[in-house]
């Protein structure tokens, strides 16, 4: 478990931001790191996990979503683009992404990573005219937005847009889908409550993750 004053610092590091990546965005007490854009992440309090225990003598009543939602990604890229933020990812999804594309660990790193304030590594970010700053991993090809590490992306893209703080309320579902935009919310496969809820531990895992891994790096810089 981190310290406070790593909670606390984790919550200076990640405030507001834009949906798929973040822009500082909010960590919860010890958590939180999808990569934010467009207002997606916000400073309000996170949603009960799904792992902690109702409070003695109250009932959990169903989640608003619990016929499922639905979800296709267009391509349209804009949940990896917009303003300047960050896609932060555990040591593991580093190795991983590197291989994916043929490189060591610190070639990748090197290439593809810039370091945040308290060391923590996030990915790259490049200038695309019409869109803003494109995740550095994204490819735009005939009209279509492509990640060239799909299959071994970061937690924090995976659980889009099933994420806590847009799942929170129905409200709070459409307010991401038109801030991001994102065009595949509302639309296409119904994802079913268990995989909903599948992501969102997920999401728990890898900001605890990368959670203990700001801790470790502010035990090695104290």
């Not at 909670?7 to 990640?14: F, K, V």
């Not at 979503?65 to 639905?70: A, E, I, M, P």
């Not at 659980?159 to 307010?175: D, G, L, R, Y």
Request: hydrophobic share 35%.
């Amino acid at each position: 478990r981190t310290t406070m004053a790593v909670a606390i610092g984790m919550g200076m590091l990640l405030s507001t931001g834009f949906a798929g990546k973040h822009s500082n965005a909010y960590y919860g007490a010890l958590r939180g790191s999808r990569r934010a854009s467009n207002a997606v992440r916000s400073s309000e309090a996170r949603p009960e996990s799904l792992d902690d225990p109702p409070e003695a003598g109250t009932v959990r009543s169903d989640p608003w979503w619990s016929d499922g939602l639905r979800f296709s990604c267009s391509q349209c890229g804009n949940c990896c683009s917009g303003g300047e933020g960050f896609v932060y990812f555990t040591e593991s999804e580093g190795i991983a992404m590197a291989s994916r594309l043929g490189l060591s660990t610190e070639a990748f790193y090197a290439a593809y990573t810039k370091t945040t304030q308290g060391s923590l590594p996030s990915l790259h970010e490049k200038f695309s005219p019409g869109h803003g700053m494109d995740c550095v991993l994204l490819r735009r090809e005939g009209g279509k937005a492509l990640c060239s590490v799909y299959e071994d992306r970061p937690a924090q893209c995976k659980t889009w847009p099933f994420w806590q703080e847009n799942v929170k309320s129905a409200e709070a579902w459409h307010k991401a889908k038109a801030s991001t935009p994102c065009h595949g919310m509302g639309q296409g496969e119904l994802h079913s409550r268990a995989a909903i809820e599948g992501a969102l531990r997920l999401e728990d895992e890898s900001d605890a993750a990368i959670a203990d891994e700001y801790a470790r790096i502010c035990k090695i810089d104290a």
